[in-house]
């Protein structure tokens, strides 16, 4: 009957069900030669020595190892406490069961089974592991044991010296105490198993039953399951419910949550205790600090209460520290935070606002009472009579006052029609749980109106918090050590954004969760998505589910928003502090980029369960499209990586690529981006760049030579002439001293005397304003030094005698009519040499 209850655990922790014959004898082992085909072979006579050594080894190894692990301890001291505390809880779930408790009630018992039904679960994969790695060791024990008891056989009948015979004795004798101590071991292992396994069962017995208590409760919602109002009757004293017995359960409850998280307990107060030391640390310098974006923003006012801005912020750590049990995260919460939490709001209200703030914050420990008031339904009903009108005429207030848009603007954020909706609706919902009560149906008044007043009391938690942790995030960028990064300093306003926006979608979904858990929504919810996002798709041998696919996506958008984040953190913060050549950090952060969407689209097929092995077939489809007209695009795609690897051409190059002039701006994978002189931007294939010709006139070391062509007339001296050069090169601050400037004289000309000025300078990115600069300097200079730049001069020779007669007199006449046209100051410098 044990070994069938064993089995029957195995089968349900989803571990194989040993043996019955293993759990109670030892393998046969093989006693002669009359054995089957993979009978074990006697070891030969000359390696018994070298053998038996080895299986010392073996054997003293396995002796240090079959000690228990810690986890198997931990497992043994645990369980009994354990199981205690399943057992008072299984009765305490079987009566709320009993009691039809409303759904909240039941929802808030399915936390403490799944987080229980997790450890088990780890326990039970850890026992396994154990029992599997015990069976393995018998197995060897085994074998090895047949094949000593085999060459003992053999040994008998050769003639061997005793000493050998004994050395095989004595190994056969440490393998009967090591197949023993195994044995025990395995046993032990195996009621662990059992033990394990029947804690499980329970588990998954009391989740089933919750499961259908809640099925029975929200198909009551719509049922009327008391008497109206009206027709409560006050009892009479000696039959009144004792409101004791609840505070007898609340502190039981307490008690029990003491003695099962005494380390997350410890762990929450010494966070507490430093958040207070640190918040008050900051505080003088947070007074100091500008408010960014209005005072609502401000780190001075967050931290105004160092200790309640603490309270707050530690009590929000709960969703963090019990994340496995975020009812009881969510509780710890609602009541750590209150005193806190009205001392943070108020400052964020106007004063006309502050009493309404308060009112609302009441409901809260009046919500608590009525709980209590549970045993007396007249008081509580009454109780929740007046809540309901009060928050009636709360939110009523709100909407015909115009106050409401103080409070949606004191919660920050976008959205705020959306807010303005909310609070309507939660104004019929109120009026809705105020009639369901008075008629009787008590259980959809209680998850209306409870999950109304507690929604918008996690609201106002929130944002007290989220306000907090803005200010903290605000006080984080304007000191040391964050202003030191680069990234801070030129994107301080931007990441300050960027965070808010971040806290303030955390709070959104904290809140949609928490208030579709206080309407009973959260587990149906859960359920509904888990199975939409299981649903397969199938067609043919193709198999697809909407989990896998947004998996994949969001896989794909996370590696894309870590290769810019990375990206970002390389530009600011690492490469200018490196010295690096040109072009390499653009080239080193593209790699990362392609290296990390890479893996990151790897990991996205492995999430859309696309096999890898098969990967060869979408490389043969590639290989297939390469041929038949995805030629251009890889041929670009691995001149980009050339480009990138041996940076013949990099981003801020000046470049000329055929008629194109410009500046890179842009390597891509599939083309370049340069922005031309003109101010176009013009897209330039890769593999243009890698097998045409490109004029780079941006060198390795910055620097360009600047050639300036002068002539001046045959009367200048040109040894005046080069030294007047040189001196307008000299004195240019943005030509290099070295190479030097230099003046050569070319040679003599048509009309005057050719030299050029050949200087250096480092400023690429104005080198056409430094040559016109420095043509400038050179006529200034010539002019100051008494050097003229003739004009070019052709002389004429017409001899009279090769003309005709007729022609000859035309050209008399046109020369007579030329001088009478032109006046005599400009005729006498006709036809003189220069």
């Known amino acids: 009957m044990k070994v069938a209850l064993l089995a029957f655990a195995l089968l349900r922790s ?36 070298r ?33 205690e505390r399943l057992t008072d809880r299984f009765q305490h779930t079987q009566q709320t069961i009993e009691s039809r408790s409303a759904l909240g009630t039941l929802d808030a018992l399915v936390d403490f089974w799944r987080s229980s039904r997790g450890g088990l679960a780890t326990w039970m994969a850890t026992v396994t592991e154990r029992a599997d790695w015990l069976e393995q060791r018998r197995a060897e024990l085994a074998k090895l044991g047949a094949t000593w008891s085999r060459t003992r056989a053999e040994v008998r009948t050769a003639k061997t010296p005793p000493e050998l015979s004994e050395r095989i004795t004595d190994v056969l004798a440490a393998l009967t105490r090591a197949q023993a101590r195994v044995e025990a071991e395995r046993a032990a292992t195996l009621v662990l198993q059992d033990r394990v396994a029947r804690e499980l069962d329970r588990v998954d017995r009391a989740l089933a039953q919750i499961g259908q208590a809640r099925r029975l409760a929200a198909g009551g919602l719509l049922v009327r399951d008391s008497p109206p109002i009206w027709q409560l009757r006050i009892p009479p004293p000696g039959s009144r419910a004792p409101v004791g017995a609840a505070l007898e359960a609340l502190n039981a409850s307490v008690r029990g949550f003491v003695a099962d998280h005494s380390d997350r307990i410890a762990l929450q107060l010494a966070l507490l205790a430093t958040l207070v030391a640190l918040l008050w640390l900051i505080r003088r310098r947070a007074r100091h600090l500008p408010a960014p974006e209005g005072p609502g923003h401000s780190p001075a006012i967050a931290l105004d209460q160092p200790v309640a801005a603490a309270l707050v912020l530690g009590m929000l750590a709960a969703f963090w520290i019990y994340a496995d049990e975020p009812r009881t995260a969510r509780l710890i919460v609602e009541i750590g935070v209150f005193p806190p939490m009205v001392l943070i709001l108020r400052q964020l209200v106007t004063p006309p606002v502050r009493p309404a703030l308060y009112v609302m914050a009441a409901f809260f420990p009046v919500d ?57 609706l939660a104004l019929a919902g109120v009026l809705v749980a105020l009639a369901a009560d008075i008629v009787g149906n008590v259980s959809l008044a209680r998850l209306v109106g409870s999950g109304i007043l507690s929604s918008r009391y996690l609201a106002m938690v929130l944002v007290a918090g989220r306000r907090l942790a803005e200010g903290l995030v605000t006080f984080a960028l304007r000191v040391r050590p964050l202003t030191r990064l680069r990234m801070v300093e030129h994107h301080g306003a931007w990441l300050e954004r960027r965070a808010q926006r971040l806290l303030h979608t955390v709070s959104v979904v904290v809140w949609v969760v928490g208030t579709l858990d206080y309407f009973g929504a959260l587990v149906p919810a859960v ?308």
């Open 14 to 49: 989803g571990a194989p069900a040993p043996r019955p014959a293993d759990a109670q004898t030892q393998p046969p082992v093989s006693q002669g030669p009359k054995a089957s085909a993979d009978a074990p072979q006697a070891i030969p006579v000359a390696e018994v020595a």
């Open 51 to 83: 053998r038996a050594d080895e299986a010392g080894t073996f054997l003293r190894a396995l002796d240090e190892q079959l000690a228990a692990s810690p986890e198997i301890q931990r497992i043994e001291r645990e369980l009994p406490s354990l199981s």
């Open 368 to 424: 608590v009472i009525r709980d209590l008031l549970g045993p007396r339904p007249l008081l509580e009903r009454g109780l929740f009579v007046l809540e309901m009108l009060a928050a009636a005429a709360l939110l009523g207030w709100f909407a015909r006052s115009g106050r409401l848009d103080d409070l949606i603007t004191a919660s920050g954020g976008s959205a705020p029609r959306v807010r303005k909706d909310l609070f309507k």
């Open 527 to 834: 359920d509904l998505a888990r199975r939409a996002l299981d649903a397969n798709l199938t067609i043919g041998a193709l198999s697809l589910s909407l989990g896998d696919v947004l998996a994949f996506v969001l896989t794909v958008y996370l590696a894309s928003v870590v290769s810019s984040l990375i990206q970002f953190v390389l530009a600011e913060d690492v490469f200018p502090r490196m010295n690096l050549r040109p072009g390499l950090p653009y080239a080193l952060s593209n790699l990362t980029k392609y290296t990390i969407v890479s893996i990151g689209f790897i990991l996205a097929l492995l999430a859309l369960g696309v096999n890898l092995n098969r990967v060869t077939v979408l490389g043969g489809a590639l290989g297939v499209g390469v041929g038949f007209g995805l030629q251009n695009i890889v041929n670009n795609f691995v001149s980009g990586l050339i480009l990138l690897f041996e940076r013949p051409v990099r981003v801020g190059d000046a470049v000329q690529i055929g008629d194109v002039q410009g500046e890179v701006r842009r390597i891509g994978i599939r083309a370049t981006t340069v922005r031309a002189w003109e101010g176009a931007e013009v897209i330039v294939p890769n593999s243009q760049l890698v097998a045409e010709r490109v004029t780079n006139w941006t060198p390795t070391d910055y620097r360009r030579r600047l050639d300036i062509p002068v002539n001046v007339a045959y009367s200048s001296a040109p040894d005046k002439v080069l030294r007047v050069l040189i001196e307008v090169a000299q004195n240019h601050r943005d030509v290099v001293p070295s190479p030097a400037p230099v003046a050569l004289f070319l040679g003599f000309g048509d009309s005057a005397l050719q030299f050029q000025l050949r200087a250096w300078t480092n400023r690429l990115d104005r080198h056409p304003l430094v040559k016109s600069e420095l043509g400038v300097a050179v006529y200034a200079a010539l002019q100051e030094a008494g050097l003229s730049i003739p004009f070019p001069q052709h002389e004429v020779r017409i001899h009279p005698t090769a003309l005709p007669g007729v022609q000859l007199v035309a050209f008399y006449l046109i020369l007579a009519t030329m001088f009478y046209l032109i006046p005599p100051e400009t005729a006498g410098t006709i036809g003189r040499s220069p």
